[in-house]
């Protein structure tokens, strides 16, 4: 028996459904020799913490725009709070950590710079559509590497249905679905107030005497709410009481922090632009401005200019974004000898 073995055979004692076990997984679209040391979701989740898309999302907005100051999240920083939350979870109910780590590092790949604003840029420029989490699974299945990673398609749905209207069909999926709203809603809080843009007592009482009031408490009642909900049946869940005070929190959120017109938000119409000018400038004048990768993928004709325009600017951190409308739009400034 080697050491994959093992573990696959541990998994059999430890966690509570038969469909959270490793060796039940759908599989990958190009199957492959299994790892004699890590069962397949290790090696998802080691794929994609190895992967350049990921490194990108350390200057991604999360929702400060390429924040200077060191404290503020990042999409990294989301991602690894996520992460953390989701194995706690996944842990406690006995299902398989090693699959919610891997959709949790994966479920953001897909962000654009400067977060929502680029997003919704890009939506509606590409006349083919744009969101965060298609483009997280052309990632995985396309991009990255230039033929994607391969992924087992549990991860794969996992990263596809994390966002608000969707539903994974994992157990591990909906810890991660959770796990980001839990993770996003509190440490934007935080940031927030470390910002000075909001006091704790400005949002309303009711949800937080239900949830708590401060960071750490409420990410303990929303974490504890959910293993409480769910350990019964194994069954991902959170009580309606506690939703409701999760939902009203981030719906204070929405009027004071998150929406346009908020000082957080202030730039987010800059950005818009500039990600807008990059895209009609682009699809002038794709040879001159595209990379030398997407050129060729351009000549193989497989997918319109337009979605390759949308990839690479997706791609791009806050920072790149920035130096490349520079590059573009701006003089050089003549450097003295
Ligand atoms: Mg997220």
């Known amino acids: 028996m080697n050491i994959r073995e093992d573990i696959e055979a541990r998994e059999k004692l430890i966690l509570r459904h038969e469909r959270s076990l490793s060796i039940n997984s759908l599989g990958r679209d190009v199957p492959e020799e299994p790892s004699d040391t890590r069962t397949c979701y290790m090696r998802d989740r080691d794929r994609i913490l190895h992967c350049k898309s990921f490194r990108r999302l350390k200057h991604k907005t999360q929702v400060f725009l390429a924040p200077e100051g060191d404290h503020y999240r990042t999409r990294l920083t989301h991602t690894l709070e996520v992460a953390q939350i989701a194995r706690s979870i996944a842990r406690a109910l006995r299902l398989n950590e090693d699959l919610t780590e891997a959709i949790a590092l994966g479920h953001d790949l897909g962000h654009t710079p400067f977060g929502h604003a680029g997003e919704r840029e890009l939506a509606s420029l590409c006349p083919y559509g744009f969101s965060h989490y298609s483009q997280g699974i052309r990632i995985v299945e396309k991009l990255e590497n230039g033929t994607g990673l391969n992924l087992t398609l549990e991860v794969r749905d996992g990263i596809k249905n994390h966002s608000m209207k969707a539903m994974p069909f994992t157990e591990e999926g909906k810890v991660v679905r959770l796990s980001d709203k839990i993770a996003y809603l509190n440490h934007d809080i935080d940031d927030a107030v470390r910002a ?142």
């Open 196 to 337: 000075h843009i909001l006091k704790e007592e400005d949002l309303p009482l009711e949800p937080r005497e239900v949830l708590g009031h401060s960071f750490r408490d409420r990410i303990n009642c929303l974490v504890h709410d959910v293993i409480d909900s769910s350990i019964e049946d194994g069954v991902v869940r959170m009580s309606p009481h506690v939703e409701t005070a999760m939902m009203d929190l981030r719906e204070a959120m929405f009027a004071t922090v998150y929406n346009i017109g908020s000082e957080a938000k202030k730039e987010e119409k800059k950005a818009e632009e500039m990600i807008g000018a990059l895209y009609r400038r682009m699809m002038e004048s794709p040879r001159k401005y595209l990379p030398e990768a997407e050129i060729r993928r351009l000549d193989l004709d497989q997918d319109p200019l337009e979605v390759l325009v949308c990839d690479y600017i997706a791609s791009m951190s806050d920072n790149y974004a920035m130096k490349v409308y520079e590059d573009i739009f701006l003089p050089t400034r003549w450097k003295t000898m």
